[in-house]
C-alpha cells in the first residue's frame, strides 16, 4: 500500500470500499502483493478540458485490471469537479452537471484511485495525455507523482495493424469488432481499451520471431515503457524456437510474402444471356437487375462485335461495376483482357476491395488481376532497407515500425495501403520506388522487388486495374491492341490527359535549393564534407567536381531566369495584381533558349552529372552502412544532404522540357506561359506548360492501343453535355450509345430546394459581402438542422472566409465543422467526415465534387453554394474560349456551360448511393432559378426528384420537415 497523508487515510479507505463493492478476491490483491501475474491498469478519463495545467477537473475515472490476457475486475467513479462542465463537453460525454452533482470529488476518491494504481503497469489510448493529466490532479491535492511503467494502446495499435484507416478509440472498436456501448464515456472507454491491450498482445504473439527481432531494434522510440510488450513478444517466440513458415521469407531482417503467381484452372462456359441463366449465375451473392443485365449483354455483344467504341450512360445505383465486369470475365475465357481504368485512385481501390470479391463468388471460374499504379506508389525494399540504419527521430522510427509489420502482410507492396492521409513525411521520399530502371541486380531484394513482380504477372492477367492518370501515360504498355478497354467515370480523362500534359518549372525554387546544397558542402562549422573525405568516403576530386556541377546549376538558372524576366517582364510595366500570366508559345521560349545555347547546355550537362554523381554517392552510402564504416557524424551528413539533393532534383525534373526537341515537337494543343508578380523580381518566376485540349492525344496516345473501348459514366443528360463529352472525348456524332435507367426511386429518396433570392453574382457585388451572405445562410441551416452535411464551394478563398464567419458565432463549437484548407487536407477531412459519429459539417471544393463515396447516414443534406462554372479569366481558359469562338462557337454555350451542368450532377451523385440512402440537396446560388440556361442545370437532375424554389430563409423550414419524413 502507498503512504498517503494521515489526515486523509481514514477518509480514502471509506471511498475505497464503496466503490470496490463486494470483491473481496479483488480487495486481497490490494492489500498483498500482486499475483505472480503481472497487472495492467487500462485507465481512461473525462475531464472538463485537457490542459494539464491545473485549470481543468477530471469528471470521471474508469480503469480495467487484466492479468494473462483476461480481464480480473474494474472501477470506475464519476468525480464532481465543483465547477459548472462546459456544453461541448456534456455534449461530447453525456455527462452532466446534474450527474456529478452527488460524486464524490476527487480529493474524496484520490487515495483509492493511487492505491488501485500502485504496482500495475499503467495502459491508455493515448497516454501522454491521461498519465499526465491525473499525475497534475494528484499533485493539485498533495500527492506524489505516479511513478509506473506506462504502455500507450495507439503505437502499438499503429504497429499491430497498420492498414487501419484511423486509430480512434471509436474507429477502432467498429474495425475490430468491439461493443462500444456509450463512446467518450471513460467506464466504456476504458474497456474497450482493455479488449484491445488483448487483442495486441495476441497479435504480437502471432509475429515471427525475426520480425519481432526487428521491431524491438526501433522500439526505443515507442512512449513510456510500450516497448516491454514487443519485448515480451520476442522472449517467448525465442523460447518456442519456431522457425519461419512457408509463406514468408526474411531477407535482411525484414519479413515478407513469399511471392505467388496465380495458375488459373481450366474452364470455358458460355456468358449468360437470359434472365433465367444470370439469375442461377447470381443466386445467393447479387440480386438479378434489369438495368443491370441489360448493361452486361451489351458490353459483351460489343466486346464480341465491329465497332470500337460504345459510349454508356450508367447512372448510379444500377450496379454499373458488375455490369462491366461479368463480360470482361468472360471475355478472360475466350483468351482477351480487360483493362478498368477509373477516375480516382479511391474508386480504384473501391472496386477491388469490394466489385472483385463479388465477380469471384458469381462467376464460376477463376480468373487473375492485378493493379497498375505509378512506381512512386510502391515500396522500394532496397532504399526502406537502408533507412533502417540510418539515425531517425522517434516518429518515423514508428512509421518504419508499422511498415516493417505491413511488409510481413502485403503481397502488393502498394503503400496505398497503409492508408496515411499524406506522404509527406521525409522518410516516403527516400523509399518509393523510382522504376524498375532504377534497380541493381545484385540487390537481395531484386527478385522480391514487387514493382518487378508486378510487371511480370500483368502480361497473364485477365484483368488490369488501373486509373487515368496511370493509363495516359502507359497505354502502349498495357493495351498492346488486344485488350478491351473500359474507362470508368470517362468524362474525366480528358481533364487528367490534359493535366498529365501540364508542368510547372520554378527557376527560383531551383536556386533555394542549389544554395542549401551549397552551404552544406561549403561549411566549415562543426563536421563538414572535409570529414568524408578524411574517412575515405570521397576523394578531394570527386568532392570538387559534385560541388562545381550544383555551382553551375546555382548559377546559369537564375542567369536564364533573367532573361526570361527582362524580355517578358520588366518591358511589359506594372500591374496592381500581385500575380499575372503571361502568354508566350514554344517558339518564343525556344528562340531565347537558343540565344543562350552555351548557357543552357552547360545547365543540363551538369544537372545530367549530378544526378550520376548522386546515384553512385548513394550506392557508396548504402555499402558503407553495412560495414559500419561511417561513424554518427558523417552519416547524419550525409542523410541530410541526400535529401537536399532529392529536393533540387525534383525542382529540375521539368528541365527536359526546356530541351530543343521538346519544345519543337509542341504544336497548337500545347499553352506555355509565364506566371510571376510583375512589380517585384524577387518573388517566384514560373514557366508553366499545359495541354490546351485533350482529343487528339487520347485518339493517338491511348484509344488505338485497345481493341475495344467502352466509356461509361454520367455523360448524356442534355444535348449540350452530350455534345460536349463526344467532343472532349473525341468521339464521332453518332457513336453507339447506350443508356440505362437508375433503379433509385428519387421521389421518395430525395428533395432538392433552390434559393430564389440570393444576391446577384453578376453584379458588384463585393467578395466580403458574398461571404456574409453565405455565413447567414449557412448560420440559419447549421442552428436549425442537425444533419450530416456536406458544403461544396468553388474556392478555397470562400471555405476560409465563410468558416471563419461561422467559427465568430460559435457554431464550431456546436457541430464538428471540417474545413478544407483549414484544419485538414481533403484526405484528412473525407476520413474524419466518414468515420465521425456525430454530425459533422464539411466544407470542401474541388475533389469534394466527386470521387467521395457517401452512403447512408455519411451524408444527409449537400448544400452547393455556387454553380460550378470555372473562372474565365485563367490563362488557360482564356486561351481556350478564345479558340472555340475561332471556330465558330458560343464558348459559354459549348464549353463553360455543359462544364458546370456536368460538375453540378457530380456534385449531386454524391448525395443518393444506394437504394436505402435518403437525402436533401439545397442550391443557394438563385440562378439554378432565374437564369435562361437554368433547366441546363436541373435537366442533369433526376426527372422523378421534388424541386422547390423558395426564398433562403425558408429552407431551413423546408430541411427540418424533410428530415422528419426521411426519419433521420
Known amino acids: 500500500m502507498v503512504n498517503l497523508k494521515v489526515g486523509n487515510q481514514k477518509r480514502n479507505a471509506e471511498h475505497r470500499l464503496e466503490f470496490l463493492g ?29 490542459n494539464p495545467n491545473g485549470s481543468e477537473r477530471l469528471i470521471q475515472f474508469s480503469c480495467v485490471f487484466t492479468e494473462g490476457n483476461k480481464i480480473v475486475n474494474t472501477f470506475s467513479t464519476l468525480i464532481n469537479p465543483l465547477r459548472k462542465i462546459p456544453e461541448d463537453v456534456q455534449n461530447l460525454t453525456n ?4 450527474d456529478v452533482k452527488s460524486a464524490p470529488t476527487f480529493d474524496e476518491v484520490a487515495g483509492t484511485i493511487y492505491a488501485l494504481l500502485s504496482d500495475t503497469v499503467f495502459v491508455a489510448h493515448n497516454i501522454e495525455l491521461d498519465y499526465r493529466f491525473l499525475n497534475s490532479e494528484f499533485e493539485r491535492i498533495g500527492f506524489p507523482k505516479l511513478d509506473l511503467e506506462g504502455i500507450d494502446t495507439v503505437q502499438l495499435a499503429q504497429i499491430a495493424f497498420p492498414t487501419l484507416a484511423s486509430y480512434r478509440l471509436g474507429d477502432l472498436a467498429h474495425f475490430l469488432g468491439f461493443k462500444h456501448k456509450h463512446p467518450h464515456h471513460a467506464d466504456s472507454d476504458a474497456f474497450v481499451t482493455a479488449e484491445l491491450f488483448i487483442l495486441l498482445q495476441k497479435k504480437l504473439a502471432s509475429m515471427p520471431e525475426a520480425l519481432l527481432k ?7 522510440a515507442l512512449l513510456y515503457e510500450t516497448k516491454q510488450c514487443i519485448l515480451q513478444a520476442y522472449e517467448n517466440k525465442r523460447k518456442q524456437y519456431e522457425m519461419l513458415d512457408k509463406e514468408h521469407i526474411e531477407v535482411d531482417g525484414i519479413v515478407l510474402r513469399r511471392p505467388r503467381f496465380e495458375v488459373k484452372k481450366g474452364f470455358n462456359d458460355k456468358f449468360p444471356k437470359t434472365e433465367a441463366e444470370q439469375s442461377r449465375l447470381f443466386s445467393g451473392v447479387i440480386d438479378w437487375r434489369k438495368e443491370q443485365a441489360k448493361m452486361m449483354n451489351d458490353i459483351y455483344e ?12 450508367a447512372p448510379t445505383g444500377m450496379g454499373k461495376t458488375l455490369g462491366y465486369l461479368v463480360p470482361g470475365a468472360y471475355q478472360a475465357q475466350e483468351g482477351a483482357s480487360t483493362v478498368v481504368s477509373t477516375s480516382t485512385t479511391a474508386l480504384l481501390d473501391q472496386i477491388v476491395k469490394e466489385s472483385v470479391p463479388l465477380l469471384k463468388k458469381i462467376v464460376p471460374f477463376d480468373f487473375t488481376y492485378e493493379v497498375m499504379k505509378g512506381s512512386g506508389h510502391y515500396i522500394d525494399l532496397e532504399k526502406f532497407s537502408h533507412t533502417l540504419k540510418i539515425p531517425m527521430n522517434n516518429q518515423t522510427r514508428l512509421l ?6 505491413w511488409l510481413w502482410q502485403t503481397t502488393t507492396g502498394d503503400m496505398d495501403e497503409l492508408r496515411l492521409t499524406t506522404y509527406r513525411a521525409q522518410l516516403f521520399k527516400m523509399i518509393k520506388h523510382a522504376g524498375v530502371g532504377s534497380l541493381s541486380d545484385k540487390s537481395a531484394f531484386y527478385g522480391l522487388d514487387f514493382v518487378r513482380l508486378r510487371d511480370v504477372r500483368v502480361k497473364f492477367a485477365d484483368f488490369v486495374f488501373t486509373n487515368h492518370s496511370y493509363l495516359v501515360r502507359h497505354a502502349e504498355e498495357i493495351g498492346k491492341k488486344k485488350a478491351n478497354l473500359i474507362l470508368d467515370e470517362a468524362q474525366n480523362i480528358p481533364s487528367v490527359a490534359m493535366e498529365q500534359g501540364g508542368s510547372v518549372f520554378d527557376f527560383d525554387l531551383v536556386k533555394i535549393y542549389s544554395d542549401t546544397l551549397l552551404v552544406s558542402m561549403e561549411s ?14 570521397l576523394t578531394k576530386n570527386e568532392y570538387r567536381t559534385i560541388l562545381r556541377n550544383i555551382q553551375i546549376i546555382d548559377h546559369s538558372v537564375p542567369f536564364i531566369r533573367e532573361k526570361f524576366w527582362e524580355r517578358y517582364v520588366r518591358t511589359k510595366g506594372g500591374s496592381k495584381k500581385e500575380f499575372v500570366e503571361t502568354l508566350l508559345s514554344p517558339n518564343k521560349v525556344l528562340g531565347l533558349l537558343k540565344e543562350n545555347f552555351a548557357i543552357f547546355l552547360k545547365t543540363t550537362k551538369a544537372y545530367t552529372e549530378l544526378l550520376g554523381q548522386m546515384t553512385e554517392m548513394k550506392q557508396r552510402f548504402f555499402r558503407a552502412l553495412d560495414a559500419g564504416t561511417l561513424d554518427h557524424e558523417a552519416v547524419n551528413l550525409l542523410t541530410d544532404w541526400f535529401i537536399d539533393c532529392e529536393k533540387l532534383v525534383e525542382s529540375m525534373e521539368k528541365w527536359h522540357l526546356l530541351e530543343f526537341s521538346e519544345l519543337e515537337k509542341m504544336d497548337e494543343t500545347t499553352l506555355v506561359w509565364m506566371k510571376h508578380s510583375p512589380n517585384n523580381p524577387k518573388t517566384h518566376l514560373r514557366l508553366c506548360f499545359s495541354r490546351l485540349e485533350a482529343g487528339k492525344y487520347l485518339e493517338e496516345r491511348v484509344y488505338g492501343y485497345f481493341k475495344h473501348i467502352v466509356m461509361c459514366g454520367a455523360l448524356l443528360f442534355t444535348k449540350k453535355t452530350e455534345d460536349y463529352t463526344k467532343d472532349q472525348l473525341r468521339l464521332d456524332d453518332d457513336v453507339l450509345t447506350k443508356r440505362y435507367q437508375s433503379e433509385f426511386d428519387y421521389a421518395h429518396q430525395a428533395r432538392a430546394v433552390f434559393a430564389t433570392d440570393s444576391p446577384d453574382l453578376s453584379s458588384m457585388l463585393s467578395k466580403a459581402e458574398y461571404h456574409a451572405y453565405l455565413t447567414d445562410a449557412l448560420s440559419d441551416i447549421i442552428e436549425k438542422t442537425s444533419l450530416q452535411t456536406l458544403v461544396l464551394f468553388n474556392s478555397l478563398e470562400d471555405i476560409e472566409a465563410v468558416y471563419n464567419g461561422l467559427s465568430i458565432r460559435g457554431l464550431n463549437k456546436k457541430r464538428e465543422i471540417l474545413a478544407q484548407g483549414v484544419n485538414g487536407t481533403p484526405e484528412k477531412l473525407k476520413k474524419r467526415f466518414v468515420l465521425t459519429s456525430s454530425k459533422s459539417i464539411l466544407l470542401g471544393a474541388g475533389s469534394f465534387w466527386e470521387g467521395i463515396d457517401l452512403p447512408e447516414d455519411k451524408l444527409e443534406l449537400l448544400v452547393i453554394t455556387r454553380l460550378p462554372f470555372q473562372s474565365p479569366d485563367s490563362l488557360i481558359n482564356k486561351v481556350r474560349y478564345r479558340n472555340v469562338q475561332a471556330k465558330g462557337h458560343n464558348p459559354f454555350s459549348a464549353v463553360s456551360l455543359p462544364e458546370a451542368a456536368l460538375k453540378f450532377r457530380q456534385g449531386f451523385g454524391r448525395l443518393i448511393r444506394t437504394k436505402d440512402d435518403h437525402g436533401i440537396l439545397a442550391v443557394l446560388d438563385s440562378r439554378i432559378v432565374n437564369k435562361r440556361y437554368a433547366h441546363e442545370f436541373t435537366d442533369t437532375l433526376p426527372k422523378d426528384l421534388r424541386i422547390d424554389r423558395v426564398e433562403m430563409k425558408d429552407i431551413p423550414e423546408i430541411i427540418r420537415d424533410t428530415e422528419k419524413d426521411f426519419g433521420f
Open 22 to 50: 463486494d470483491s473481496a478476491n479483488f480487495k486481497t490483491k490490494l492489500v498483498k502483493k500482486m499475483s505472480n501475474l503481472q497487472t495492467y491498469a487500462v485507465v481512461d478519463l473525462e475531464m472538463t478540458g485537457t
Open 95 to 98: 455527462i452532466t452537471d446534474k
Open 214 to 220: 526487428s521491431l524491438l531494434k526501433l522500439s526505443d
Open 302 to 313: 460489343h466486346f464480341n462485335g465491329d465497332e470500337k467504341m460504345l459510349l454508356v450512360q
Open 400 to 405: 518504419q515500425m508499422r511498415i516493417l509489420s
Open 524 to 537: 566549415r562549422i562543426s563536421f563538414s564534407f572535409e570529414g568524408l573525405i578524411r574517412q575515405h568516403f
